[in-house]
């Protein structure tokens, strides 16, 4: 998956996570003054003391999930299984545990948990996100199964159809390495997810119609979704959160790393200029400094091929 990919996922994470703080604000008001991650981990030990519920405990594994706090998500979650089996929500519970699997790379794990989930759920819509979490999992295993989940989903919802393109683009891209088929996937998914809610999954499909729309060379096309993407992460402060007030904060994310004296006086020297066109003048220098098609290759660590397909694109062949 590209890298810019992944971090739009993790966006979303942060970003549903906080919405749900802002729905159980009224009936928990340790989580009042919570607008951000860190606020949330100064009323966490204040949450902890209060009577657990399953919305509570399931709120606080998601944020050690989300932080990746693995041993404090394992210690806390046989007091969640406990709850859900107690309130007949055990759907939830293996939810919530598939999803962390996801989050850690565990795939088959996580399908497994998903599958589990599945036996409790009775809700269509509910159901239908399951199925998607599923296929997304067999994607990230390289397993043509994905294609079968996504197929059993009978759904006239938007949104739904547009995450199921872009799983459907997703396995032609990376594993059928079918660019027709990939890019109509992408644009499907990227025209069904109009909706607020439904921003970071068109993103995704723009990160990825702006990668092959170059290939293509339909470099309008592929100005405008890199455009799309770029402004998405235009400001590493950009989500936010309606509070109760109506006005808007912003969620905090990892902090970049610093850059050392070397690689900041390199990028001064550069300018700011787009990624892509980056790219293209790093490729050529490297070109031009090399002894053979195959240094050059090395230098960069990509195959023939690959560099074929660029300079093919910038008519350098």
């Not at 980056?278 to 400094?289: P, S």
Request: net charge neutral.
């Amino acid at each position: 998956m590209i890298p810019m990919a992944v971090e739009v996922l993790a966006k979303k994470d942060i970003y549903d996570f906080l919405q749900t703080v802002s729905l159980l604000k009224p009936d928990n008001p340790s989580l009042k003054s919570v607008r951000t991650l860190a606020d949330f981990e100064i009323a966490l030990p204040l949450l902890l003391q209060e009577k657990p519920t399953v919305s509570k405990q399931l709120l606080v594994l998601n944020y050690y999930s989300i932080l990746r706090k693995n041993a404090e998500f394992s210690l806390n979650s046989t007091k969640l299984l406990t709850l859900s089996q107690e309130n007949k929500c055990q759907s939830q519970y293996f939810n919530l545990m598939g999803t962390h699997a996801v989050r850690n790379k565990q795939y088959r794990e996580g399908i497994r948990f998903f599958e589990q989930s599945l036996l409790y759920e009775a809700n269509t819509d509910q159901r239908n996100e399951i199925f998607l979490k599923i296929a997304f999992s067999l994607y990230n295993l390289g397993s043509l199964q994905a294609l079968h989940y996504i197929t059993i989903i009978k759904t006239g919802k938007k949104e739904l159809l547009g995450r199921m393109a872009l799983i459907d683009g997703l396995v032609h891209w990376d594993i059928l390495k079918k660019l027709g088929k990939s890019i109509q996937a992408f644009r499907t998914a990227w025209q069904n997810l109009n909706d607020s809610n439904e921003r970071y999954f068109r993103v995704l499909s723009s990160v990825y119609l702006a990668d092959i729309c170059k290939i293509f060379g339909d470099d309008v096309s592929a100005e405008m979704h890199r455009q799309e993407a770029e402004t998405f992460f235009s400001d590493k402060l950009e989500l936010c959160l309606d509070d109760e007030y109506g006005t808007s904060d912003f969620i905090e994310t990892e902090s970049f790393t610093e850059l050392d004296d070397p690689t900041r006086s390199l990028f001064n020297s550069v300018g700011k200029v787009p990624l892509y066109e980056l790219e293209k003048k790093y490729i050529l220098f490297v070109l031009n400094n090399s002894k053979s098609l195959d240094h050059a290759c090395k230098t960069l660590g990509i195959d023939r091929k690959t560099l074929y397909n660029k300079r093919k694109n910038w008519n350098i062949v």
